[in-house]
């Protein structure tokens, strides 16, 4: 019987690793307001890029203001009669018992003016960091408590993408290995570097969790979206491959026909990495040994065959 085959010879093979991914934004955060109250001004315009510390909106403190004002005229009285206390004190006129609580009153009205300050700044709500906001759910003269979600803030340049790759890859993976990234809609490449990887095998799924940045200067893909991955391993010099058709599936594994001294033999392999024409043999095979690969269904072991090496 005649069939076609060819003679295997190591070669290099880029080991290329495929998974889909989602894309994440850099930082995001739900705003809320750390204080109850009634909105009195919005300052920002929703999808709109807002810098850090901006003051996106003001709830209403006409009450704290009040309490400050009042806590300044305690402290101006409190300190001039301590000051007072002081004098007779380094006169001994005065036991220091007496200036001590002269000075502690002072002290805690000082405490009680910070306390407001901090109310106060609590009825401020700024950006958290530089990033897009996005659809607002409160307007102006509505109360919010310390649960109402204002809107959110993304940042969106770089991105996050988050990804697996199977277990057996777990060795081959490090923190700065580049990525390529392909969205469908619209239909972008750009490229990213592994930043972070978890450090346990997902159970369920036999897969590595891997997290990469990447630039997004266009601000044309946003979180939530799919995206493609490649990532390229180290390259294999000695890879030994077979066309794809060559490969006989088996109850117990995977076979291939190989011819010795002009008959067949059927000889069991074990895979690795898979092109989209080849596959790569990590054990059974030898260089130099010829795999047939056609003719597949009629071949039998022991047949005599010749064989037209391609």
């Not at 006129?93 to 200036?99: L, R």
């Amino acid at each position: 019987m005649v069939v076609n085959g060819v003679v295997v010879r190591p070669q290099s093979l880029d080991n290329i690793v495929r998974s889909s991914g989602t894309v994440l934004a850099s930082e995001s955060v739900d705003l809320v307001a750390e204080s109850a109250g009634r909105i009195e001004k919005i300052s920002f315009i929703e999808g709109r890029h807002v810098k850090k510390d901006d003051v996106l909106v003001r709830i209403n403190d006409d009450d704290l203001q009040a309490q400050l004002k009042k806590t300044a005229l305690q402290i101006q009285l409190a300190s001039d009669q301590e000051d007072r206390q002081r004098q007779l004190y380094e006169k001994n006129a005065i036991s220091k018992e007496q200036h001590d609580i002269s000075l502690n009153v002072v002290n805690t009205l000082r405490a009680d003016r910070d306390n407001l300050l901090a109310s106060i700044r609590k009825r401020v709500v700024r950006a958290p960091f530089d990033g897009i906001i996005g659809l607002r759910s409160v307007s102006e003269g509505g109360y919010v408590s310390q649960t109402t979600r204002i809107a959110s803030v993304q940042k969106i340049n770089p991105l996050k993408v988050d990804f697996a790759v199977p277990e057996k890859y777990a060795g081959q993976v490090s923190v700065g290995d580049p990525v390529r990234f392909t969205s469908d809609e619209p239909k972008l490449q750009f490229t990213g570097k592994v930043y972070a990887i978890e450090p346990k095998i997902d159970p369920t799924m036999g897969t590595l969790q891997l997290r990469a940045m990447c630039e997004n200067r266009g601000e044309k893909v946003f979180p939530g979206a799919f995206v493609h991955i490649e990532m390229q391993l180290k390259q294999i010099s000695d890879a030994l491959l077979v066309p794809t058709q060559a490969i006989i599936p088996v109850l117990k594994g995977q076979t291939l026909f190989v011819q010795k001294n002009g008959v067949v033999v059927s000889v069991p392999v074990k895979t690795g990495i898979r092109t989209a024409s080849s596959v790569q043999i990590t054990q059974g095979l030898s260089p130099g040994d010829t795999v047939m690969t056609t003719g597949i269904m009629q071949l039998r072991p022991g047949m005599s065959v010749q064989v037209k090496v391609q």
